[in-house]
């Protein structure tokens, strides 16, 4: 048997926690091994005041163990009518980490996002100015465009140009899926990375399309060839500091999943550092974990690394198929599936 091997904490630099009783599933799943988490915003009704955003720490924090040491990083959505000086009190203040663009209609809870890029700008310049990060749905949400291309659609289109503008605004291309979009960030500086998650190094669109529809690796973006999975991978292990963990774990109800309009979105926090093990084990980069997991989005974001420590055991495991809350049932990406590692958070 192989010795079990640490790591420092980690955080999930991009999570989807929900609202309501979910937050009792949710939060403590999150919780059981990642330190801090930068919260999504795009709740039923988004968080686009300081109020709001708040409220819903608040409402988190109740559901955070005793045990854990779980902080959530609050953002606001971005809107085509938020209030600048929201976003400069909710940084002064701290009570925000950071602001959260949706082209509108692009994914889930999206329809009151940014119609126009362009007129964010204003609202760019004094993100840039107060140091305040820009986290970025990058897809054009265009019925001409290809869903497939979107990705690299919305780097041609915007994503140059606000780089151009704003050089030492602190941006974040969440959840890449292509080649392309490796390539782009690499040729980029030090203020502008990317967020990987899970999935998308796990899976291509084979698993999802190939031999039947399976609607839980349904995600936007979607599932890539592949070769675009295959650059994820050697980027994420290849210890390149502006890539990081993010999971984008997205939750719904199973009848949603299942359904004739499926909702996007894979359930991984609470499994997910063992899904990314999986991928660093295969690829014998083990050694890249930790700098991908727990040091590169911290050193990005310029705050301290997190001190405890994960112990990370090689023990193969079946994944259960779902977890429930309120007589409702939220299945697992990767359920019913064995795996090769566990990892616990060590207390002292």
Known sequence: MEKPFFITQPDDWHLHLREGEMLATTVPASAR??????????????????DQAKNYKQNIIKHIPASSNFTPLMTLYLTDNIKQQDIITGKTEDIIFACKLYPQGATTNSEFGVTNINKMYPLFAIMERYQIPLLIHAEVNDDKIDIFDRELAFID??????????PELKIVMEHITTVDAVEFIKEQNHNVAATITAHHLLYNRNHMLAGGIKPHYYCLPILKRSTHQQALIDIATSGHNRFFLGTDSAPHQLDKKQSCCGC???????????????????????????????????DFYGIPRNTAKVKITKKSWQMPDFLDYDNEKFKLLGANETWNWSANIEHH
């Open 264 to 298: 996007a979105g894979c359930f991984t926090a609470p499994f997910a550092l063992e899904l990314y093990t999986e991928v660093f084990a295969k690829e014998n980069k083990i050694g890249q974990l930790e700098k991908f997991a727990s040091f590169n989005g911290a």
């Open 157 to 166: 289109k915007h994503l140059i140009d606000i780089i151009n503008n704003f």
């Open 33 to 50: 091994v990642f330190a801090r988490a930068i919260v999504m915003p795009n709740l039923s009704s988004p968080i686009v005041t300081i």
